[in-house]
């Protein structure tokens, strides 16, 4: 075999073994049970740091059986390794009842979403801006509630916890996570780039 077909199989394969890739453009989704109840937590698959980025939660009854009914406060945790200065939110509720569907936006950290933050991070409540302090969903209309942060910036590699509490039992979180997209380690850059330049010396040698 042709030694610079060896070479260049072999760079292939490095680069394919060096730390994790990202699907870009992709939506990372994370799914949970809680009491039936489908809850998702979706976060971009093409973070950067310096960029903005949106994350969504959502809450779907539609896998219950019928007469199931929830009334639920929300709450949500994130890592100090955020910017939310000129995020917003956006709440979708959706129903097989048309007059109860309804999205409405705002200001992340109004009186819907107000916001604490301190050195271990951002504390959120999130408010149901139709019935304030408790969200309610009915599974008879296969009722789902989605929440989605918008132009959030990533300065780090960020963790984030969303925490449902039913007034009938303890609070209950779920952990999600948004990371940059990975680029080339140093040693896998320079590793490359030696590759590279003994496959143009080989091709050289050839002609």
């Known amino acids: 075999m042709d030694p ?83 995020a917003t939110w956006e709440y979708t509720f959706v129903s097989d009842e048309d007059p109860w569907n309804l999205n409405i ?36 209309y296969n009722d789902r509630v989605v929440w989605t942060l918008h132009d959030i910036l990533l300065l780090a590699d960020t963790d984030v916890t969303l925490t449902l509490e039913y007034f009938l039992m303890a609070p209950v979180s779920f952990d999600g996570e948004v990371l940059p997209l990975s680029t080339p380690e140093p040693s896998t850059a320079t590793l490359l780039w030696v590759g590279l330049c003994c496959l143009a010396a080989a091709r050289r040698k050839c002609a």
């Open 105 to 140: 936006t705002g200001v992340l950290g109004d009186v819907t979403t107000p916001t604490t933050h301190d050195v271990t991070g951002y504390s959120m409540r999130l408010y149901d801006p139709v019935n304030g302090n408790y969200t309610w969903l009915w599974s008879d």
């Open 4 to 86: 610079a077909k060896i070479l260049l199989a072999t760079m292939a394969s490095l680069l394919m073994l060096s730390g994790p890739h990202l699907a870009i453009g992709a939506e990372l989704t994370v799914t949970f049970e809680w009491m039936g109840a489908e809850v998702a937590i979706i976060t971009p698959g093409d973070a950067a740091y310096g960029q903005p980025f949106d994350i969504s939660f959502s809450i779907d009854m539609s896998t219950l059986p019928p007469g199931d009914t929830f009334a639920f406060k929300t709450y949500l945790d994130a890592s100090d390794t955020i910017d939310i200065s000129g």
